[in-house]
């Protein structure tokens, strides 16, 4: 599975938009980008999914580029309950239909008042 | 169908004694994972069910930990041997056909070895 690297830690006030940039420069073409969070004593909570170009939902928005060796989350006008630790994943499905997901350490955002 | 509930919540146990964690997925969830995660670490790969049958286990799951899903429900992991390393929150995830990777997780099991 394909390696990713993303800021140990951001920093943010309320209202801003955030964007959180990972980069995975081994995606093989299978690999999908997928992003979770996950608040303290919780288990993660799926934010979003990808493959290539934009993904938007309710949370949040991903952009993916033609390469593909990157990809940004965007998550708009945060506030304080936003956060948390971000984790970019690429994921491959197995031969026994696993999606199996490997978590690096993430991103810690804080939103400052 | 309120999500995925892992009982118990939290566990201290003495070193050497055996542990059991229960996980309910989503009803509906064919696939069912086990996850551990060590303070400041990102949560690692344990062990795959799809449905009753254990398909992948990681080199992590080492002889002292056995996983079961019987009859493609509940899933319980048992510790056996208990030893100071095993200090985790154990996380179990379900998802369904179709969702890929979008898993939902429980709220783990906290264990504390002493």
């Known amino acids: 599975l394909a390696k990713t690297t993303q800021p140990i830690s951001m920093d943010s006030y309320e209202g801003q938009e955030v964007n959180i940039t990972c980069s995975h420069n081994?995606?093989?073409?299978?690999?999908?980008i997928t992003w979770y969070q996950q608040f303290p004593s919780q288990g993660p909570r799926f934010i979003i999914q990808?493959?290539?170009t934009k993904v938007t939902n309710e949370v949040a928005s991903l952009f993916i580029p033609a390469d593909r060796k990157s990809s940004t989350l965007s998550l708009p006008r945060v506030s304080l309950s936003d956060t948390a630790v971000y984790y970019c994943?690429?994921?491959?499905?197995?031969?026994?239909?696993?999606?199996?997901?490997?978590f690096g350490k993430g991103t810690k955002l804080s939103v400052i008042p | 169908d309120t999500g995925v509930s892992q009982n118990p919540r939290h566990k201290i146990t003495k070193r050497g004694q055996n542990v059991t964690f229960r996980c309910d997925p989503i009803s509906e969830h064919n696939r069912l994972y086990w996850y551990r995660q060590t303070l400041g670490q990102g949560p690692e790969f344990l062990t795959y069910f799809q449905n009753e049958a254990q398909l992948e286990k990681s080199r992590l799951l080492s002889d002292r930990f056995s996983a079961e899903r019987p009859k493609g429900s509940f899933s319980t992991l048992e510790i056996q041997r208990t030893e100071q390393g095993d200090s985790a929150m154990y996380l179990c995830a379900s998802s369904g056909q179709g969702e890929g990777y979008g898993y939902t997780f429980g709220s783990g099991t906290r264990l504390t070895v002493v």
């Open positions: 990808g493959y290539k």
């Open positions: 081994n995606i093989a073409t299978n690999d999908y």
């Open positions: 994943l690429v994921g491959r499905s197995t031969g026994a239909g696993s999606y199996q997901l490997t």
